[in-house]
T-cell receptor
Framework: SQTIHQWPATLVQPVGSPLSLECTVE??????LYWYRQAAGRGLQLLFY??????ISSEVPQNLSASRPQDRQFILSSKKLLLSDSGFYLC????????????FGPGTRLLVL | AQTVTQSQPEMSVQEAETVTLSCTYD???????LFWYKQPPSRQMILVIR??????QNATENRFSVNFQKAAKSFSLKISDSQLGDAAMYFC????????????????FGKGTSLLVTP
């Protein structure tokens, strides 16, 4: 069966510091991968998605970037964190081309101070 | 962009009773997918049920069923025989059918309904 991992689970970072969140999927190949952010009391907002290695599409211009160095690895990064980057970050995967259901990881809680 | 509206910020139900969560959406597309996700206190999003717009039959998953009214753009979730473990935030989400477009990959979420289950 497929599983999705995210780490760290919780992160507290000072403003201006770099960020690297990692997401990996097991038990499948060539998944579509997604990064979402959830602000307090709100639904999820799609940040990035990837349909293959090295292929990244950005939904929202911001202080963040994403990379996909391996088929089942998706990384969310920032060079300098802002206070507004605080939130809950969820990684998700779907089985591939036009497969509609997305399955979510456990998430990372990021607090920027 | 498609918008999803959940008009009930909070709902409460007694154990073993039935509750219905409302969701409406705005779209000009004829084919799409609709989902209900559950987010317990752990905050992991868990798929509850999905519905393909081209299917007239309402989806069911054990105690969970939907009432899909395409013309009214309504997609409500019914939870029967409610259990304490059903307490969570419930999110309705919309996904376009289109492939290769930005909107085709994003799940558009409502703001959620917090469900409280009382003994």
């Amino acid at each position: 069966s497929q599983t999705i991992h995210q780490w760290p689970a919780t992160l507290v970072q000072p403003v201006g510091s770099p960020l690297s969140l990692e997401c990996t999927v097991e038990g499948t190949s060539n998944p579509n991968l997604y990064w979402y952010r959830q602000a307090a009391g709100r639904g999820l907002q799609l940040l990035f998605y990837s349909v293959g290695i090295g292929q990244i599409s950005s939904e929202v211009p911001q202080n963040l970037s994403a990379s996909r160095p391996q088929d089942r690895q998706f990384i969310l990064s920032s060079k300098k964190l802002l206070l507004s980057d605080s939130g809950f970050y969820l990684c998700a995967w779907s089985p591939g081309a036009n497969q509609e259901t997305q399955y979510f990881g456990p998430g990372t809680r990021l607090l920027v101070l | 962009a498609q918008t999803v509206t959940q008009s009930q910020p909070e709902m409460s139900v007694q154990e073993a009773e039935t509750v219905t969560l409302s969701c409406t959406y705005d779209t000009s597309e004829s084919d799409y997918y609709l989902f209900w996700y559950k987010q317990p206190p752990s905050r992991q999003m868990i798929l509850v049920i999905r519905q393909e717009a081209y299917k007239q039959q309402n989806a069911t998953e054990n105690r969970f069923s939907v009432n899909f009214q395409k013309a009214a753009k309504s997609f409500s979730l019914k939870i029967s025989d409610s259990q304490l473990g059903d307490a969570a935030m419930y999110f309705c989400a919309y996904r376009s059918l289109g492939m290769g477009s930005n909107s085709g990959y994003a799940l558009n979420f409502g703001k959620g309904t917090s469900l409280l289950v009382t003994p």
